[in-house]
């Protein structure tokens, strides 16, 4: 694995979790109420004994640089690191990066430094748990020029992604990004050939890429530079690909979850909490999951009514009903407040206590969850204020709705409140 360079796709603006990266890069969000999304990549990577990691980004990179300097610093005496490379102008190129391929073109000068076999590409938005050693022990077995991870999916998802065929050796021989209508039609293939069973290739007859991708160092610079037009790996370099080199797949029969919308950023949050065994576990002492380390004192739960939960380390909870929610670091709440199916992300520091009841007593909010609150079906973003006698519920069952000057937002039916936001006493959304 000495001989793998790992690159981390930051993604772009990340319009479909806005406004959660209005303030961050997509990696940074914050997952399961003490992690980051970067963490699930880079900790699959430590794990898989892969330590030179690049992530690359372009948008609101400031807290996620904070967040590696701070959770990933290796020993001096091996080669491993984290590092952020930020999209740059320069004299030779003023643009910034149109694409994920055109991300990694932009930075080949630096990455054909280092003496590697492979590059593998990842993406910063997805979870799951996964032993790269394996995939790379396929791609050197079957001496492929880039092998990409897939797993089988069932129509109702697969415009959603990649798709492609494969002949008896698992070659890749027809790749379409996204198709709709016919297109999507001709991509359906016999997925027994995957080892799946009759009735579980009735049920997912395409095979999806995971967006997770191995390539021979001289292939990529050769795709790479031969086509500077091409800019996305999915779309451009991998289609253009499959004709000419060594395409192989690489099946993947673990739990992997694409996180980029809303919806299911929430929905895989939601799902931590299920019992007896929800569908990703962050208790595998075999393959942990790393991140920063914040020296946060325990949780305090005060006569408080919890079920199907996640609660993160520092928080205060007082005479209230938690119910399959998550609460992040520090997150706060005061009595008599109700919170069901809702993300609630912490914040990032304590106020102390004479200060929060200064700001009682001159009706201001202090951070956190005011008394006899209710919050259903809600994401709260990190340092926001509600108030008292607040109802997060979406009274009116709206789908979508944009009230930034309010502090909030409605995405997929859930309500989404800023970073920083100040919900004021009795508001009612």
């Known amino acids: 694995m000495k001989r793998v360079l790992s690159i981390i796709l930051g993604g772009g603006a990340g319009t479909r979790l806005y406004p959660l990266t209005k303030l961050r890069a997509k990696p940074a969000v914050p997952l399961a109420g003490k992690y980051r999304l970067i963490d699930i990549p880079v900790s699959n990577c430590i794990n898989s004994d892969i330590l030179k990691i690049y992530v690359l980004t372009q948008f609101n990179s400031a807290s996620l640089n904070r967040h590696i300097a701070r959770a990933y610093n290796f020993s ?83 415009s959603d992604f990649g798709l492609m065929k494969i002949d008896a050796s698992g070659r890749v021989v027809d790749f379409s990004e996204k198709p709709k209508g016919d297109a999507l039609k001709r991509m359906q293939v016999d997925t027994t050939k995957l080892g799946l069973t009759p009735e579980q ?59 980029g919308t809303m919806e299911s950023f929430y929905e895989a949050n939601l799902a931590l909490t299920k019992q007896p065994q929800p569908p990703f576990s962050f208790y595998d002492e075999q393959a942990p999951i790393y991140t920063r380390a914040r020296y946060l004192p325990p949780t305090k739960l005060l006569d408080s009514h919890v079920t199907e939960s996640i609660i993160g380390e520092g928080c205060i909870v007082k005479e209230c009903r938690i119910a399959h929610s998550v609460l992040g670091v520090r997150t ?38 005011g008394p006899n609150s209710v919050i259903r079906r809600a994401i709260i973003d990190k340092n926001a204020r509600i108030g008292r006698n607040v109802q997060i519920i979406n009274k009116d069952h709206v789908e979508e709705a944009n009230r930034e000057e309010k502090g909030f937002y409605i995405r997929s039916g859930i309500v989404v409140v800023l970073k920083n936001a100040t919900i004021a006493d009795g508001t009612v959304i």
């Open 332 to 369: 706060r709440i005061e009595s008599g407040c109700t919170i069901e199916d809702s993300l609630i992300m912490g914040s990032d520091y304590y106020q102390p206590s004479a200060e929060r009841q200064v700001m009682v007593n001159t009706g201001k909010v202090p951070i956190g969850i």
């Open 201 to 259: 290739a009735q049920k997912s007859p395409y095979i999806a890429s995971m967006g997770i991708y191995l390539f021979k160092k001289e292939v990529l610079s050769k795709l790479l530079n031969e086509a500077p037009h091409r800019t996305d790996f999915g779309k451009e370099i991998i289609p253009a690909a499959a004709g000419d080199y060594n395409v192989q797949a690489y099946l993947f029969n673990g739990y992997w979850e694409d996180i």
């Open 76 to 158: 001096g005496f091996t080669e491993g690191f984290v590092e952020v490379l930020a999209a740059q102008q320069t004299a030779s190129d003023p643009s910034w990066f149109q694409g994920t391929a055109d991300a990694v073109r932009k930075y080949l000068w630096l990455l054909e430094e280092w003496d590697i076999d492979e590059y593998l590409i990842l993406s910063g938005d997805h979870l799951y748990r996964m032993d790269y050693r394996l995939f790379v022990q396929r791609h050197r077995e079957t001496n492929a020029d880039i092998t990409i991870s897939v797993l089988p999916i069932d129509e109702k998802r697969a």
